[in-house]
């Protein structure tokens, strides 16, 4: 069993929701981000999800798009990200997700990839523009390094890919809870709840909703179908609210707080 499944079986006997942080790795600096991997996991996180910065983030809204932008703008690339999360790890035992895009992890070697990343402490890793019927080698490579491959699910997704989804992933499904880029809501889509118990009848695996989980009352909401809540955007939009603020890891980690409570 890895260490995302024992996540939510422990969050299934306690008979609670998960919650999963997302921020962009190296915004503002990767310093800053090695020390908000430990203020998050105190602040709560059962899962944090670390994106690898991009230039061409097709799938995120503008709150991550420009994060990117900061942090390649530091010289953020994959390598002194792995470095990063090795540094954080010894503060938490929190489960670690890369989340990316396809060319940063290409660019760097896939076999090199997964072994460094298994060595580094990564647990999973989502690679959002990677389909499902192109990523059986993928698979086979994070299974052979003991990592969840994680795949995301939209209310578009047909019955046949969410079939093969089913067969390919681990650790738990990632729900969009509605079409088109990341980005804060003021309402989760009613699709969400329908494409949980689509994803439901095929997996017996945990299903975590995100995109435009932005709330406390928005948290609650997504507990009360789903296993987990992901949020991003709002947490990424701290951050660069706060940029400058010498307590800045402070603040957002009380602001991941409040989003549980």
């Not at 990564?122 to 490579?141: C, H, K, N, Q």
């Not at 009848?201 to 997504?222: H, I, K, N, R």
Request: glycine fraction near 8%; hydrophobic fraction near 45%; include cysteine.
């Amino acid at each position: 069993m890895s260490r995302i499944s024992e996540v939510f079986a422990e969050l299934k006997s306690k008979r609670r929701g998960g919650f999963i942080p997302f921020i962009t790795a190296g915004d503002p600096d990767l310093s800053v981000t090695e020390e908000l991997l430990g203020e998050l996991a105190m602040a709560g996180a059962d899962i944090i999800e670390v994106g690898v910065p991009f230039s061409d983030p097709v799938a995120d809204g503008l709150v991550i798009q420009r994060a990117s932008e900061r942090a390649l703008g530091r010289g953020t690339n994959l390598k002194n990200v792995l470095e990063c999360i090795t540094a954080a790890k010894g503060q938490t035992n929190v489960p670690i997700v890369l989340f990316s895009y396809y060319n940063p992890l290409l660019q760097f070697g896939l076999e090199k990839l997964a072994t460094a990343a298994s060595r580094t402490g990564v647990d999973a890793i989502l690679v959002t523009d990677l389909i499902p019927e192109e990523a059986g080698s993928w698979t086979s490579l994070l299974a052979a390094n003991n990592l969840d491959p994680i795949f995301l699910v939209a209310p578009t997704t047909n019955e046949d890919r969410l079939r093969l989804i089913a067969q390919q992933a681990r650790g738990f499904v990632y729900a969009i809870s509605r079409t088109g880029v990341t980005g804060a809501r003021e309402n989760i889509n009613e699709n969400a709840e329908s494409l949980v118990g689509r994803i439901r009848g095929v997996t017996t695996l945990p299903v975590a909703v995100g995109f435009g989980v932005s709330t406390p009352a928005q948290v609650q909401e997504v507990w009360r179908f789903a296993d987990a809540a992901v949020v991003g955007s709002a947490i990424v939009s701290e951050i660069e609210r706060l940029s400058g603020d010498r307590d800045l890891v402070r603040k957002v980690g009380q602001f991941a707080r409040n989003l549980t409570q």
